[in-house]
């Protein structure tokens, strides 16, 4: 058994990491989606309202709100496949919930991009409504959930600074249990 999550500011890759498990036929809990089908039963478009009802359930339901209802999907997950990937942790105490349950077959991976690259790259994916929420805000907003201390917590970083090619390749030399060209910053 494998439990690979994701940590990383918005617009770091997290996104295209899933995306290169799902072509590699590993499934992908993404713990966002919990978050916009909270928003979609509260009456709320999940693209203006994300980060508004993230915040409520973890205000609501403690820090591991998103965790918790995250946690049954992944071990139903699991029966039937040896490697998942849970993308988008947000916080320490989320990433120490998954340690505590999956022990050392856990690993964290934190993406890394500089500002000004995930601005560029949140602008052409269409998902996000930057005129209800500037990207400033929302780094601000995830570092608040503790983004910072899951990703110190990260047992790999991969900087994703390089064509898209040369990220997608990383990311599937990490879901192979390969090391990365960027060995130097394994944990």
Not at 38 to 56: C, F, I, K, M
């Amino acid at each position: 058994m494998r439990v690979i999550g994701t940590v990383g500011m918005p617009g770091s890759g997290k996104g295209e990491v899933a995306a290169v498990a799902r072509e590699e036929e590993i499934p992908v809990v993404t713990m966002g989606d919990v978050i916009r089908q909270e928003s979609r039963n509260r009456g709320l478009d999940p693209a203006d309202h994300h980060g508004e009802v993230a915040q409520a359930l973890r205000e609501e339901d403690g820090p591991l709100a998103i965790a918790e209802r995250s946690l049954p999907l992944i071990e139903e997950t699991l029966e039937d496949y040896e490697t998942i990937l849970v993308d988008g942790l947000r916080s320490g105490v989320e990433a120490e919930r998954f340690e505590e349950r999956f022990g050392e077959a856990f690993t964290l991976v934190a993406i890394e991009a500089p500002f000004e690259l995930r601005e560029e790259r949140l602008g052409t994916r269409g998902r996000d409504n930057p005129e209800t929420e500037d990207l400033a805000t929302r780094d601000e907003r995830e570092l608040g959930f503790g983004m910072g201390e899951a990703i110190d917590r990260a047992d790999i970083i991969i900087e994703n600074t390089d064509s898209l090619e040369a990220f997608r390749k990383r990311i599937r030399k990490l879901l192979a249990g390969e090391k990365t060209e960027q060995e130097g910053i394994e944990r």
